[in-house]
């Protein structure tokens, strides 16, 4: 397999196409946006977005968040085998140390995750995403609202 980086445009598009909630705000800070080639195939199977942590991290040096990750059926290779080349190609480029933080959808154990090398470590906050500040807007609810998803790191580089 193959991984290089592509367009938001084509990642918004992919991510519309094969992940369940869509693209939706999750290309909003995109800094990395990761495609994985099938050997036998010239389109992309999956794709990684990759953004600035969404959250304030105090207690951990998270320096990036996979917000998106979706895979084509045709896909023949798992989508931890695509992290692991998109967090060694991460590391290798040296643009980005620290911690990579993500999420599972509710429903599901998050197994990708670990097999791809990223470690639970506890849950989201389950607060409501769609509450701002004092006269701001509020958004839509969104998958996360008011449920504790688990919490997922994978290490980039040096963390201190």
């Not at 951990?60 to 060694?88: H, M």
């Not at 509710?106 to 389950?126: C, H, K, L, M, N």
Request: with cysteine; glycine share 12%.
């Amino acid at each position: 397999m193959i991984v290089q980086e592509v367009s938001s445009d084509f990642a918004k598009t992919f991510l519309d196409t094969y992940h369940p909630l869509g693209a939706g705000g999750a290309m909003r800070g995109a800094l990395v946006n990761l495609a994985g080639y099938s050997d036998d195939l010239a389109w992309p199977v999956f794709v990684g977005t990759f953004v600035s942590p969404r959250s304030r991290w105090k207690h951990y040096p998270v320096s990036l968040e996979l917000a998106r990750l979706a895979w084509s059926p045709l896909a023949k290779r798992s989508a931890s085998t695509f992290l692991r080349k998109c967090l060694r190609m991460l590391r290798q480029q040296g643009r980005f140390t620290g911690l990579v933080v993500t999420y599972a959808l509710p429903g599901t154990s998050g197994i990708v995750y670990e097999r791809a090398g990223f470690w639970q470590d506890g849950f989201s906050g389950g607060a409501s995403w769609s509450v701002r500040g004092p006269g701001e807007r509020a958004t839509p609810n969104t998958i996360g609202n008011k449920v504790r998803l688990k919490r997922f790191f994978a290490t980039l580089g040096r963390t201190q």
